[in-house]
C-alpha cells in the first residue's frame, strides 16, 4: 500500500491540494480567500493531468530526427488540456476578483455573511 503511494506521489500530492482548495473553499467566508481556494483546486487538477499525461522515458510529441513511431512519444493531450485550463481559469480568477472589488465597493466588506444579511435587510 505504501509503495504504490509512494509510486504515485505526484497524484497524492495533487490530492492533498486538492483537498486544501476545497476545505478553503468551503470553510472560509473572506471572498478573496475562497478564490485562492478555488485557484488552488484549479492548480491541483492541472497537476494531476500533467502526471497523467507524462510517461517516463518518452520524448516530447514533436518529431525529431527522423523518430516518427507514435510509440517513443507521450500523449499530447494532457498537456493542450492543461493549457486551455490555465487560460479559463486566469479568465474566470480575474472574473471573481472583478466581482469581489464591486461587492466590496457596495457593502465595504468581504464577508459573505455580512453582505448576505446587509442584502436581505435591503429586501425587506
Avoid at 94 to 112: F, I, N, P, Q, S
Wanted: charged share 15%; proline share 3%.
Amino acid at each position: 500500500m505504501l509503495a504504490e503511494l509512494w509510486d504515485n506521489y505526484i497524484s497524492v500530492g495533487a490530492m492533498i491540494l486538492f483537498g486544501i482548495g476545497f476545505g478553503n473553499l468551503l470553510l472560509q467566508r473572506n471572498m478573496i480567500k475562497k478564490i485562492i481556494g478555488l485557484n488552488i483546486m484549479d492548480t491541483a487538477v492541472y497537476l494531476f493531468l500533467a502526471s497523467l499525461g507524462y510517461i517516463e522515458g518518452r520524448l516530447a510529441p514533436i518529431p525529431a530526427e527522423g523518430a516518427v513511431e507514435a510509440a517513443k512519444y507521450i500523449n499530447p493531450l494532457p498537456s493542450g488540456l492543461v493549457l486551455t485550463g490555465i487560460v479559463v481559469s486566469v479568465s474566470v480568477s480575474a472574473l471573481m476578483l472583478g466581482l469581489t472589488v464591486k461587492l466590496y465597493e457596495r457593502y465595504h466588506t468581504l464577508d459573505l455573511d455580512e453582505i448576505t444579511t446587509m442584502v436581505r435587510k435591503e429586501h425587506e
